[in-house]
């Protein structure tokens, strides 16, 4: 059996291997995004090949925990594919500074993103761009349109709305207010902390100055949405401790509760699994006319391996990756993941379509801990994780857990010493 | 006179064990040891002495995080002790009371979840505790006690203490069984001449059956030692690589992983990885040399 098909591939590589000296070639897509197989080789593949004939297209993904490691032997040993889905920040750069990563900076369809954008694949500097930006996921509230009705709450837009809505519905008895666990960590910080935040530093302008030094993790921009985090703990269910992330999901899409903090990630799933209206409003400001500041995360990049034999095929599709076409297609089989070129998208799904709206009215921004500052040790961001949910269960006060993580930060970051 | 023929046979059954046992064992171990020994620094491998030591017991923020594994570590060891061991020797005892009904059935139904999955075993009482869908809850509201309940493995307090008693629901099946075995090798006649002299019932226990395992114990006691320092998968498979809430439940296995092969944004240290694994590797053993030499060559042993 086995030694049959090592035969059959034999006799497959003596095939293909002379069509790649003529002008076909086949590119191979490596990605972690094993959910999506179906969406690449249904539309994505079709459209491209389509357009570009000669050209062949596999998309072979791998488990998302496995992926970077997988990816790495695969580069070492001179196996991998000619496309790489970028994870955001430092793992891939640090591909790049390995030389695994082509420069794209020359790539004509890169001036179709924002800096913003590309900021998650480039070099600290700037100078060198080695992939191209493919999705983000928008954070927000998604909340139960009937639960809303039923109790006669208002969408909020300030803060003091958002805390009122809360206590209207604990008040009401028959929805938890707010579906959050802190078991598992991560969704105090990404949906919570990062999810607030943004209003509170003012987006880029904030993050910038983080990165340069010039503002600290004392300082009250960002000391003060741990104070508001506070003061979700009691809005929880019971035993929110030990609530994990697939719980809140399906306390949420059972229509128990009425509020879930979210990432726009969430919307293919909730959609399948709710039954119920649901609506998304952005983080609360503080005062209504407030300038509104959203993260708008960049999360999947595409580039191209160094050594790859179809150099020129490979740009082919990386600038087809660049292009509106592209967007339109990923943006609506996978709604929740936002193209991130600047053409404007049509997007049917309503509820994604609500996420996207906020580009328009909010500044975009990315999680804070994410570029640069989460290289060292102690690690920002997972020390983040820990803080925001120190903050909602009230273990420490906001002070404290600002202390602390400028603490950790400043003992290897020199910009902040 | 002949030479004596030098014996090849010897070492041709020797040769397959040795070289497996080298290949998965030995090699790694001591390739791991020498790894602690490097830094990478600018994607050149540099050889550092022994400063990644030093990081890991000086350092504050690594000290920090080292020294809470290590007593983490040691109050889930302590906890196995107190529990886990006791237990293991009254049902062994119960069990072998010669008029015991079922006695077979109990003995299964107890060693089965040391053949579980750490995943399984780690999934399912995570349910079992949920606040949300746990039948904890509502067990303690069919008896009026739904106000001790508490979501354990989201509290600092608790959880680490929670999660060593899950493992100790595993694992109690390993000293009963061991135990077991050492009571039935006990001669009835020895039984019989203490009744004789009027030592009956727990004394009998006491007197003439305990100092008998008390070498079964201190094996358990060094397995469980080991087993215990080596401990990983079920904090990892109930409260993840992070070992929530605020490192309470992080023990030196779950410290090193993380460590090692990275975690989200952190990327993985392999060299620091392999200091904190060698840290590992000379606690247990230390612990196990002041099992061997301290304690096992005192113990007084009889002859049955």
């Keep these: 059996m086995t030694r049959k098909a090592f035969t059959l591939a034999m006799m497959t590589t003596a095939f293909v291997a002379p069509s790649a000296f003529a002008q076909d070639a086949t590119l191979t897509i490596e990605s972690w995004r094993n959910d999506d197989l179906t969406l690449w080789q249904d539309q994505i593949i079709p459209a491209f090949e389509a357009a570009n004939p000669g050209i062949k297209v596999n998309f072979t993904p791998s488990a998302p925990a496995e992926y970077n490691a997988v990816l790495n032997s695969k580069l070492g040993a001179g196996s991998a594919g000619d496309l790489i889905t970028c994870r955001p920040f430092d793992a891939s750069l640090a591909l790049y500074e390995a030389g695994h990563l082509t420069d794209l900076s020359d790539l004509d369809a890169m001036s179709n993103f924002s800096n913003v954008a590309k900021s998650a694949w480039q070099t600290d500097d700037g100078s060198a761009t080695f992939c191209v930006p493919m999705a983000s996921v928008i954070h927000g509230f998604i909340y139960n349109k009937e639960a809303f009705e039923e109790v006669g709450v208002e969408v909020p837009t300030t803060e003091a709305e958002f805390f009122a809505a809360l206590d209207a519905f604990k008040e009401d008895g028959s929805y938890i207010p707010m579906a959050m666990g802190t078991n598992d960590q991560w969704e105090a910080a990404t949906m919570g902390y990062n999810n607030i935040g943004p209003n509170y530093w003012k987006g880029e302008e904030g993050r910038l100055a983080l990165i340069s030094g010039e503002q600290k993790l004392t300082d009250e921009a960002w000391t003060a949405p741990y104070a508001t985090l506070a003061r979700w703990g009691a809005y929880l269910g019971d035993g929110y401790e030990a609530q994990t992330y697939p719980d809140s999901q399906n306390i949420f899409t059972l229509g128990r509760a009425a509020i879930y903090p979210a990432g726009s990630w969430e919307v293919s799933g909730f959609n399948n699994l709710a039954d119920f209206e649901m609506g998304a409003f952005k983080p609360p400001v503080q005062a209504a006319g407030d300038t509104c500041y959203i993260s708008d995360h960049t999360d999947i990049g595409i580039g191209m391996n160094a050594a790859s034999e179809n150099a020129e095929a490979a740009k082919t599709f990386l600038a087809w990756v660049a292009s509106p076409e592209f967007a339109e297609i990923f943006a609506n089989a996978l709604p929740g993941f936002f193209p991130l070129s600047s053409a404007p998208v049509d997007i049917t799904d309503p509820l994604a379509a609500e996420f996207v709206s906020w580009r328009d009215e909010c500044e975009s921004t990315i999680r804070s801990t994410y570029q640069i500052l989460s290289r060292g040790t102690p690690n920002l961001e997972n020390d983040t994780w820990g803080a925001s949910v120190a903050a909602i269960k009230g273990t420490s006060s906001p002070e404290e857990l600002g202390e602390e993580l400028q603490t950790g930060l400043a003992s290897w970051y020199a910009p902040q010493q | ?304």
């Design chain 2, 1 to 304: 006179m002949n030479k004596p023929r030098f014996r090849w046979h010897i070492l041709v059954f020797l040769a397959p064990a040795v070289i497996v046992y080298t290949a998965v064992m030995i090699f790694p171990l001591f390739n791991t040891l020498r790894l602690a020994l490097y830094s990478r620094i600018d994607q050149e491998r540099v050889f550092v002495g022994l400063e990644n030591f030093r990081t890991l017991f000086f350092d504050p923020i690594w000290a920090e995080q080292f020294w809470n594994a290590l007593g983490n570590n040691f109050w889930f060891f302590v906890i196995h002790m107190l529990v886990q061991n006791p237990i293991g020797i009254a049902l062994a005892a119960l069990l072998s009371h010669p008029r015991l009904r079922f006695a077979a059935l109990y003995r299964s139904a107890i060693f089965i979840p040391t053949i579980l999955s750490f995943v399984i075993v780690g999934f399912a009482w995570k349910l079992i505790l949920s606040p949300i869908w746990g039948i904890a809850p509502t067990m303690l509201d069919w008896v009026g006690l739904k106000s001790l309940f508490a979501p354990w493995l989201g509290k600092e307090e608790y959880a680490l203490t929670t999660l060593a008693l899950v493992s100790v629901w595993q694992f109690v099946g390993i000293p009963m069984m061991l135990i077991y075995a050492a009571l039935l090798t006990i001669p009835e006649e020895i039984l019989e001449a203490g009744e004789v002299d009027g030592i009956t019932g727990m004394s009998a226990f006491w007197k003439i059956k305990l100092p008998l395992i008390l070498p079964s114990i201190g094996i358990i006691s060094i397995l469980t030692f080991v087993g215990n320092f080596n401990a990983f998968d079920l904090i990892y498979a109930a409260q993840g690589a992070l070992a929530g809430p605020d490192f309470s439940t992080d023990i030196l296995g779950t410290f090193m992983y993380r460590t090692f092969f990275g975690f989200q944004l952190q990327l993985g240290d392999p060299h620091m990885g392999s200091a904190i694994a060698g840290a590992m590797f000379a606690i247990i053993l230390i612990g196990v040399c002041i099992y061997l030499f301290g304690i096992q060559t005192r113990m007084r042993r009889y002859q049955l």
